[in-house]
C-alpha cells in the first residue's frame, strides 16, 4: 500500500500536535533495588512504577532483561528488545494517573 503525500502530512501533524501536548522521556531504568521501572521526561520529571502492575511479560522477566529497556518512537515508546515486549508511555502514564494502576 502505498502512502499519499496527505497522509504522510497528516500524520506528521499529529505527531507535532503530540509533541506540543505531552512531554517526551529522555530516560528509562529499571531500579531493580525496588522492583520500579523509572522514567525521566524532558520537563524534569521523574515516574515510577513497580514491574509487578505492568504486563505479565515484564512482571515475569528477570533483571537482566528488564534493565535493557529501550526508548524509541521519538521517546514515546519503551521496548525491551529480549523480551519483545513494548509499552506506549503516554497510556501508560494515564494508567499510573488516572487508570487501573493508580492508588
Excluded at 3 to 8: A, K, Y
Excluded at 15 to 38: F, I, S
Aim: net charge negative; glycine share 10%; proline share 4%.
Amino acid at each position: 500500500m502505498e502512502l499519499s503525500e496527505q497522509t504522510i502530512d497528516a500524520a506528521l501533524k499529529r505527531g507535532q500536535d503530540l509533541a506540543k501536548a505531552e512531554h517526551r522521556a529522555v530516560g528509562a531504568r529499571l531500579d531493580a533495588a525496588r522492583g520500579r521501572l523509572a522514567i525521566e521526561f524532558d520537563n524534569g520529571v521523574e515516574m515510577s512504577t513497580p514491574i509487578s502492575l505492568l504486563s505479565p511479560t515484564l512482571a515475569g522477566a528477570d533483571n537482566k532483561k528488564l534493565a535493557d529497556v529501550r526508548l524509541e518512537g521519538g521517546g514515546y515508546d519503551l521496548y525491551w528488545p529480549a523480551l519483545d515486549e513494548g509499552l506506549f508511555i503516554p497510556e501508560l502514564c494515564a494508567e499510573i494517573t488516572y487508570g487501573k494502576l493508580a492508588a
